[in-house]
């Protein structure tokens, strides 16, 4: 067939058909930018648009974050990350379960309440846990310690450290929650 009969098979111009020709193709302008987008998605799925983006920056494109997020968006790539969630408290034990003496407490000074806590650290393989011990009026953190598990050798750890760096007078309140950490034996004569 010739040009002329495949227009007119198409129902288009001749002028049409070479005006086609020498424009360039109107297609995805951001097709090279959503390759380079999916390839960092499939590498790192919980990337989201700040971190994609820095990323882009990184391999050498000139991107805007409101763009990459309407590529993440138009591509259905926003990952929504659900974060576990760690117990660290296990209140439900028979040891003894001590009042809330630092409820009412208007400090003046330091060493007079210490209030512990344990959270945990999310790493790119496990959850490590961290146990602190602040000081409640200059809200500094006076002992730590990081351990894997969530034994009494955390929580006595981080006493021990906050006990060597400060010397309390009698009279100081320690106050935690009810873990059974903060209420085994080992802890609670320390």
């Known amino acids: 067939m010739s040009i002329a009969e495949m227009c007119?098979?198409?129902e288009l111009s001749r002028a049409g058909y070479y005006r086609f020709l020498t424009t360039p193709a109107a297609?995805?302008?951001d097709i090279d930018?959503?390759?380079?987008?999916?390839r960092i998605a499939l590498e790192f799925p919980s990337y989201g648009r700040p971190r994609m983006t820095e990323e882009l920056h990184r391999r050498g494109w000139q991107v805007g974050p409101?763009?990459?997020?309407?590529?993440?968006?138009?591509d259905n790539l926003l990952c929504l990350r659900r974060r576990k969630f760690v117990v660290t408290t296990n209140s439900n034990h028979d040891r003894p379960v001590y009042p809330n003496l630092a409820r009412d407490m208007v400090l003046t000074g330091i060493d007079q309440l210490w209030v512990a806590d344990i959270t945990y650290?999310?790493?790119?393989t496990e959850f490590v846990y961290l146990a602190?011990?602040?000081?409640?009026y200059s809200r500094r953190a006076i002992g730590w310690a990081l351990d894997q598990t969530l034994e009494d050798e955390l929580t006595i750890a981080?006493?021990?450290?906050?006990?060597?760096?400060r010397i309390p007078a009698p009279g100081l309140v320690h106050h935690s929650d009810r873990?059974?950490?903060?209420a085994s034996h080992d802890y609670t004569i320390f």
């Open 8 to 10: 007119a098979l198409a």
């Open 27 to 29: 297609g995805d302008k």
């Open 33 to 38: 930018l959503r390759d380079a987008i999916q």
């Open 66 to 74: 409101n763009r990459v997020y309407r590529i993440l968006r138009e």
């Open 121 to 124: 650290i999310r790493l790119e």
């Open 132 to 136: 602190v011990i602040l000081d409640a």
């Open 158 to 165: 981080a006493l021990r450290m906050a006990l060597e760096r």
């Open 179 to 182: 873990g059974v950490q903060y």
